[in-house]
C-alpha cells in the first residue's frame, strides 16, 4: 500500500475520468429519446465536458501547486462523482447538460494533478514502472469504454454509465487519503484569474455560437453574436496574457515554429480522430438499428488498433523523430477519415471498418509521442506550461470538432431535406420521420452528411500532419514510450 497506493488512486480517478468520455458516445441515442434532446442538446452534453476541462486546466494546476495537488485532486474527484450522480437523476437535457459541466470542472482538477503527483512520489524505475501502469490503465479505460457503455445502455439503462462512477469515486477518495501524500508546487507560482476566465469565454462562445449556427443558419443574429464575442474574449485573452506577471500561457512560446506546429497538430488530433463519432455512433443505432453494444463493437476496431501500435511501434520505433511519428500519424487520421466518407443509402456498419482501422493506427502513432514533442519545444522549466497546453489545445479542438462537424452534417444533409427536417434526424429523430419522409431518402441524407463530415475532418487532420512535418524541426524532440501518460489518449479524446 505505501508503495503503490498513490498509483492505484491516481489510476481509480483516470479510469473513471477516461471512461466518462468514451462510454457516453454509443448512448447518445437512448438519451435523446428519454429527455427529448435535439441535436444541439445532444452536442452539448459532449462539449460541456470538454470545455469545462479545457478552460480549466491550466488554471486549477496552479491551484493546486498553492493549495496541494492531494487536497485538490480528492475535491476533484468528489466534484466529479456528485455531478455523475445528477447525470443519471437528469430529467431534461438542460439539467443534463449543466451537470457535464460540473464533471468537467472535477476531471479538470483531477487531469491538472495526476501527473504531479505520480511526479512527486515516485523517482528513477519507479516511475517509469508508475507511467506505464498508468498508461496501459488509461488506454484500457478508453478501449472498454463504448463496450461497457453499450452494455450499460442496452442493460440497466444510459443512467448507469454515470452512476457507475459513484463507487469508484468512493474507492478513490478513500484510497487518496490513505496513501497520497500531500505535494505542493513552486512558491513563487501565481493563479492566472483573468486569463482563465477570458480563455473561457472565448471556447464557450466559440462553441456555442457554432452549434447555434448549425441549428438556425450562419447569418442568425444570435449565432453571429456568439461569434463576435468568442473574438472579443479572444483578443481580451491576448491582451490579459501579454500582462500578466504568471500568464496562463506565455504567449511567447508562440514565437518558437516548433511549439506552434504541435499545438496545430494537438488541435486537428483531437478534433478529427474524436469528433465525427458521435454521429457515427447516432447513424449506426438510428438508421441502421443497430444496438447500443454492436455499435460500442465496432468502435473497437478504432481503439483496438491504436492500442496495438502504440504498444508495438513505441518500442519498434524508438529514437525515430516525433515529427515523422506524429505528423505521419496526423496523416493516416486523416486519409482513414476521408476512407469513411463511402456511405451512400445502402451502406452499413462494415462499409466504416477500413478506415476506422486506419485511423486507430494513426491514433497509435500520434498519442505515445504528442507529449514528448510538446515537451522537446520548450525548456524544461516550462515543462508544465507546455503539458497543460497540449491539453487545453486537445480538449479545445475536440469541443470545437463536435460542434463544428455537427453544423457540417445538418448542412450535408440540406440537399435533400429542410434544415428542421435534417437537424431532427441528426439527433437521432429518424423513428418521428419515417412514414412522413421515404426511407431511402432519410438513408440517403445522413450518409451525406456524414460523410461531408468525415472529409472535413480528415482535412483537418492532413493540415495538422502537414503543420508538424515543416515546424517541428527540432532534432531533439524525442519519441515518448508506449508507458508515457500520453498514453491517456489512445482511442479517446481524453
Not at 462510454?23 to 428519454?34: E, N, Q, R, S, T
Not at 504531479?116 to 496501459?136: D, E, K, N, T
Not at 500519424?329 to 478506415?355: E, F, H, M, N
Request: glycine content about 14%.
Amino acid at each position: 500500500m505505501r508503495t503503490w497506493g498513490t498509483l492505484t488512486a491516481v489510476c481509480l480517478g483516470t479510469f473513471m475520468l477516461l471512461l466518462d468520455v468514451s462510454i457516453a458516445v454509443v448512448a447518445l441515442p437512448d438519451m435523446a429519446g428519454a429527455l427529448h434532446a435535439s441535436l444541439s442538446d445532444l452536442q452539448w452534453v459532449m462539449d460541456g465536458y470538454a470545455l469545462a476541462l479545457a478552460a480549466l486546466l491550466l488554471g486549477i494546476g496552479a491551484a493546486a501547486d498553492i493549495l496541494g495537488r492531494r487536497r485538490v485532486h480528492v475535491a476533484g474527484v468528489v466534484v466529479f462523482a456528485v455531478a455523475s450522480l445528477v447525470c443519471g437523476l437528469a430529467s431534461g437535457p438542460g439539467m443534463l447538460v449543466t451537470a457535464r459541466v460540473v464533471q468537467g470542472v472535477g476531471a479538470a482538477a483531477m487531469f491538472a494533478t495526476t501527473l504531479p503527483i505520480l511526479g512527486s512520489v515516485y523517482q528513477g524505475r519507479q516511475r517509469s514502472v508508475a507511467l506505464g501502469v498508468f498508461g496501459a490503465v488509461s488506454g484500457g479505460a478508453a478501449a472498454i469504454g463504448p463496450v461497457l457503455g453499450g452494455l450499460l445502455t442496452e442493460g440497466p439503462g444510459w443512467r448507469w454509465i454515470f452512476w457507475v462512477n459513484l463507487p469508484v469515486g468512493v474507492a478513490a477518495v478513500w484510497l487518496t487519503l490513505r496513501a497520497v501524500p500531500e505535494s505542493r508546487g513552486p512558491r513563487e507560482r501565481r493563479i492566472d484569474w483573468a486569463g482563465t476566465v477570458t480563455f473561457a469565454a472565448f471556447a464557450g462562445a466559440a462553441t456555442y455560437g457554432v452549434i447555434r449556427a448549425g441549428e438556425r443558419g450562419w447569418g442568425e443574429r444570435g449565432a453571429l453574436g456568439a461569434l463576435a464575442a468568442s473574438g472579443l474574449a479572444l483578443v481580451a485573452f491576448v491582451l490579459v496574457e501579454r500582462r500578466s506577471a504568471h500568464p496562463m500561457l506565455d504567449l511567447a512560446l508562440l514565437r518558437k515554429p516548433a511549439f506552434v506546429g504541435v499545438m496545430v497538430g494537438a488541435f486537428a488530433f483531437n478534433a478529427a480522430a474524436f469528433g465525427v463519432l458521435p454521429y457515427t455512433s447516432l447513424w449506426l443505432q438510428t438508421l441502421l438499428g443497430m444496438s447500443p453494444v454492436r455499435g460500442g463493437l465496432v468502435f473497437l476496431s478504432l481503439s483496438g488498433a491504436s492500442m496495438v501500435v502504440a504498444i508495438a511501434g513505441g518500442k519498434l520505433l524508438h529514437g525515430v523523430p516525433a515529427r515523422i511519428t506524429v505528423g505521419g500519424g496526423l496523416v493516416l487520421i486523416g486519409v482513414g477519415l476521408c476512407c469513411q466518407a463511402v456511405l451512400d443509402a445502402g451502406s452499413t456498419w462494415p462499409a466504416l471498418v477500413p478506415g476506422l482501422l486506419l485511423t486507430g493506427v494513426g491514433v497509435g502513432f500520434v498519442s505515445p509521442g504528442i507529449a514528448g514533442a510538446a515537451l522537446a519545444t520548450v525548456e524544461p522549466a516550462r515543462a508544465g506550461m507546455a503539458g497543460g497546453s497540449l491539453n487545453t489545445f486537445r480538449q479545445l479542438g475536440y469541443a470545437l470538432g463536435i460542434a463544428v462537424f455537427g453544423t457540417v452534417v445538418i448542412s450535408g444533409m440540406q440537399d435533400t431535406l429542410p434544415r428542421g427536417a435534417a437537424h431532427a434526424l441528426a439527433g437521432g429523430g429518424a423513428d418521428s420521420m419515417r412514414g412522413r419522409v421515404p426511407e431511402h431518402a432519410l438513408h440517403t441524407a445522413f450518409a451525406h452528411g456524414l460523410n461531408s463530415a468525415s472529409v472535413l475532418a480528415g482535412c483537418v487532420a492532413l493540415v495538422g500532419g502537414l503543420a508538424v512535418l515543416v515546424l517541428v524541426r527540432s532534432p531533439k524532440a524525442p519519441v515518448a514510450e508506449p508507458t508515457t501518460p500520453s498514453k491517456k489518449a489512445v482511442g479517446a479524446p481524453q
